[in-house]
């Protein structure tokens, strides 16, 4: 019945199966579902959306008896989701003209769209909506994706101000301001933002580490880095994430402490392309070519591609 077939493009969409997805599409249209039942043909835009099928999302989207706000919502979060920025606000003007009001999931959708695109005056509005609705005040995400948009956007006064004012932080908070102080060079805010989080009792995730090492490595601050090395090893992540693991090679590399990113290099269970290329870059920007030149062939000897 309907909700079957919901559930089912529901787990297409969860694992990206795009095939059965379209195979579960031809029995919907068989069955007479697709013209009568509105939930599913919602859940058919969806699954094509999250399986980047952005094309027959658009054309099932646009075959709709009717669209109401969850069709122009799944439409616009598959476009933000995949990069198409562009795309998402589009849909939005054309949702907003035909007198829909966005809920929740839009305006998360579209405030991602805002800072892929760096449509800072968009965001200014929208922000200006999600005041009069009040749902800065009810809910930390919407909180979140404004932060997060700000600072993608380099309007980092702007994302500072409305953190502050946030009613309650959590990770995603502390580490969508922190990306953003890195992306546009400010790194010294970025782990003065480290410390405060900390104080407020937080610990970092993986996700965090990351851009707490990129802030180290691009100013050179490898006492910094030592210590968020610490933190990271009592959190127990350099074993069980690769990115982390990488991203602590990279920041002693760009340090030029290659002793340490040699040792932590050496530890790594699984070594990719990002790992190695940590490594000679780092080797090549002090000066240290032959080095950099070993490295590039024991990568090659292990079978592994350049990128």
């Known amino acids: 019945d309907a909700i079957t077939f919901v559930c089912a493009l529901r787990a297409c ?14 029995e919907i249209d068989r069955e007479g579902f697709f013209e009568t039942d509105i939930l599913v043909g919602n859940a058919l835009v969806d699954m094509y959306a999250k399986c980047d099928a952005l094309i027959e999302a658009q054309e099932v989207f646009e075959k709709l008896p009717f669209q109401d706000i969850v069709s122009w919502t799944v439409l616009i979060s598959g476009y933000a989701q995949h990069g198409h920025g562009e795309e998402a606000l589009n849909c939005f003007e054309q949702m907003q003209s035909k007198g829909l009001s966005p809920n929740k999931v839009t305006y998360l959708s579209i405030l991602k769209a805002c800072g892929l695109v760096g449509a800072l005056d ?17 809910d930390v995400l919407i909180g ?35 990306s953003g102080y890195v992306h546009h060079e400010h790194s010294e805010e970025a782990l003065n933002c480290y410390k405060r989080l900390q104080h407020d009792g937080l610990s970092p995730d993986a996700v965090t580490f990351t851009f707490l090492l990129k802030a180290c490595g691009s100013i050179g601050a490898a006492d910094k880095g030592e210590e968020i090395h610490a933190d990271i090893v009592k959190e127990g992540l350099l074993k069980t994430d690769i990115l982390v693991a990488n991203a602590l090679i990279d920041m002693y590399a760009k340090c030029g402490a290659f002793q340490k990113a040699e040792a932590i290099f050496d530890e790594l269970l699984i070594r990719t392309v990002v790992s190695w290329t940590s ?23 292990e079978g592994l591609s350049p990128n």
């Open 13 to 26: 969409g969860g694992i990206g199966a795009v095939l059965q997805g379209r195979q579960i599409h031809e």
């Open 144 to 178: 979140n994706a404004l932060v997060d948009m700000y600072a993608q956007c380099g309007a980092l006064a702007r994302a500072q101000g409305v953190f502050d004012k946030l009613l309650s932080k959590n990770i995603v908070s502390w580490t969508s301001l922190i």
């Open 279 to 301: 490594l000679i870059s780092g080797y090549a920007q002090h000066g240290h070519g032959e080095k950099a030149l070993e490295y590039f062939d024991k990568m090659q000897h």
């Open 122 to 138: 968009k965001g200014k509005e929208i922000h200006g909506e999600i005041e009069k609705e009040e749902f800065l005040k009810k």
